[in-house]
Nanobody, 123 residues
Framework: QVQLVESGGGLVQAGDSLRLSCAAS????????VGWFRQAPGKEREFVAV????????TYDDSVKGRFTISRDNSKNTAYLQMNSLKPEDTAVYYC????????????????WGQGTQVTVSS
C-alpha cells in the first residue's frame, strides 16, 4: 500500500505560480512512477504530467507543456508539480497517483491515488 497526500493548492490570479506537493508513505516510493492528473467541474479526470521512478523521464500534456514542471525527491518520498503562468482553464482538483508500471497517461495504469487539492485561478 502507498498513501499519497497532496498539498499546496489555493486561489491565485492568472499568471501566478503554485507548487503542489505529493507526500508518499507506505511502500518504497522509488518503486513507483508518479503522475499528476486534474479534474475540473463537470469534466473527466485528465492527465497532466508523469515522472519515472528515478526522475530521469518526464512527459507532459500539451496543455501544460512549457508552464508546468514535474519533479521528485525520493529521499523525501515527495513529488512536486511546479505550475507557472497559470490560466483560468487550469482550475481543477489536482490529484497525484502512483503506478508500478512504466510511465503512463492512462488513469487505469495507476494503483494509488491521493485525495486531491483544489487549484483555482481567477482571471
Amino acid at each position: 500500500q502507498v498513501q499519497l497526500v497532496e498539498s499546496g493548492g489555493g486561489l491565485v490570479q492568472a499568471g501566478d505560480s503554485l507548487r503542489l506537493s505529493c507526500a508518499a508513505s507506505g511502500r518504497t516510493f522509488s518503486y513507483y512512477a508518479v503522475g499528476w492528473f486534474r479534474q475540473a467541474p463537470g469534466k473527466e479526470r485528465e492527465f497532466v504530467a508523469v515522472i519515472s521512478r528515478g526522475g530521469g523521464s518526464t512527459t507532459y500534456d500539451d496543455s501544460v507543456k512549457g508552464r508546468f514542471t514535474i519533479s521528485r525527491d525520493n529521499s523525501k518520498n515527495t513529488a512536486y508539480l511546479q505550475m507557472n503562468s497559470l490560466k483560468p482553464e487550469d482550475t481543477a482538483v489536482y490529484y497525484c497517483a502512483a503506478a508500478m508500471s512504466s510511465t503512463s497517461r492512462r488513469i487505469e495504469s495507476y494503483d494509488y491515488w491521493g485525495q486531491g487539492t483544489q487549484v483555482t485561478v481567477s482571471s
